[in-house]
Each structure stands twice: as C-alpha cells, then as structure tokens.
C-alpha cells in the first residue's frame, strides 16, 4: 500500500494514472457519440436506445461509477500536476515562445481545455441526463429532450464551443498516453499522432452536426413519442 501511495504522489505516477483514465474516458466518448448518431435513424431509435440502456441497471450504474472514478482520478491528476508547476515557477516569464514542434496549441491549452470540458459535463448532465435546467424535459423521452434541448440557440452554442475544445484535448491527450505508457518508438510515433488526430476529428465533427442538424430543422421533434411517454 506504501509503494502504491509513493508511485501516486509521483509525478511518473500521476501522468500514468491520467494516462489510464484518459483512456477510459476517451473510450467512453466515441462509445456515446456512436449512440447518439442514432437520431439520425429515426425518431424512435433514440428512445430505444435509451430505454435499453435502463433494462440493467446494475450494469449502467457500474459503468457511470467507473467513469466517475476514472474522472475523479484524470481531474485529480491533472490538478495535483498544475499545483506543482504553480509551485516549482511562481514567477511567471517575462518573454515565452513556444517550443518548436513539441509545442501546439493543443498541448498548450490542456489545462483550460480540461476546465472547459469539466463544466461542461456538468451541464450536460443537469441539461439532458437530470433535466433540471432543460425546460421542456420528459423523463424517457430521449429524442425530443435532444431536439427541444438544442432549439435553444445558447445551449447548441455552449455544446459546440465545449466540443472544440473536446477535440483540442483529445488530439494532445490521445497521442500522448501511448507515450506515457511506453508505446513509443519512432518508427510508428507517426501512427499514435494519425490516430489521435482522427479521432478528434470524428468526434468533434459528429458531435457538432448534432445541434447544427437540429437548428437547420433537419432532426425534428416527434410529439406523438412525447404523448407516449406521459400516457405510461
């Protein structure tokens, strides 16, 4: 337990564990954006597809436990590791340039990006998962929370600038937890780059089209799912 508590207070140890539940967490959101994409199947499949998901629920509340804990782990990482950088240069440069290639907007914004994001999925669970701050939520009524939840043009905004910095995060994120981890090596450091590129690139791109396919009126509402749902 000693030795476990040392290779956590370490900074080796703490971008292991965030390189771990970064993973985790990355798994998770192209899993979710493969699910939504069926609102693009008709204004059933979304309600389905929810409702599926609520048949077992010691496996649902088992899984939103693991990514509460591997969020918990990702965010404590990565605030014990800005601490200590705050600590070890409590002044500021004068003068800062980037650092050649290692550097990148990505890499630079990780810290912000990952505020961003965190706010964000607090809101999206109080916008679409709880309802508290969706006015016109239905308990089980997946599809038309999604539509009546992205008419709002504040709440499509918000989701697709949080979605941007998504996509920041996990292409630096992406390439960088092969490295952590030992899988490394530069005759396919190429591969890991290709890889984290394109799929920030699909999942910011898919996630975007859901508020934009909503305000250009092309997903719509299915009121008779609404009447539905209130009749049960």
Do not use: C
């Amino acid at each position: 337990m000693t030795r476990v508590l040392a290779f956590l207070n370490s900074s080796i140890g703490r971008k292991v564990v965030m390189a771990v539940t970064g993973a985790m967490l990355l798994a998770f959101v192209f899993v979710h954006m493969l699910g939504n994409l069926q609102v693009y199947l008709g204004p059933t499949k979304l309600d389905e597809y929810g409702a599926a998901l609520r048949k077992f629920p010691p496996v649902l509340w088992g899984a939103r436990l693991a990514l509460l804990v591997a969020a918990g782990l990702h965010v404590w990482g990565a605030l014990v590791t800005t601490l200590e950088s705050w600590r070890a240069r409590p002044v500021s440069y004068k003068g800062w340039r980037p650092a050649g290639d290692a550097s990148t907007l990505s890499s630079r914004t990780m810290r912000w990006t990952g505020v961003i994001i965190l706010a964000f999925v607090v809101y999206h669970l109080l916008h679409l998962t709880l309802g508290l701050v969706h006015p016109h939520f239905v308990e089980g009524a997946v599809h038309n929370n999604f539509v009546r939840g992205f008419q709002v043009v504040g709440a499509s905004l918000a989701y697709i600038a949080a979605m941007i910095a998504l996509g920041l995060h996990m292409y630096h994120g992406g390439w960088s937890l092969f490295q952590t981890l030992g899988i490394s090596h530069v005759r396919y450091n190429h591969l890991r780059v290709a890889f984290a590129t394109v799929v920030a690139i699909v999942v910011v791109l898919v996630n975007v089209s859901f508020p934009v396919s909503v305000l250009a009126g092309i997903v719509k509402e299915a009121p008779q799912a609404v009447a539905a749902w209130l009749g049960r």
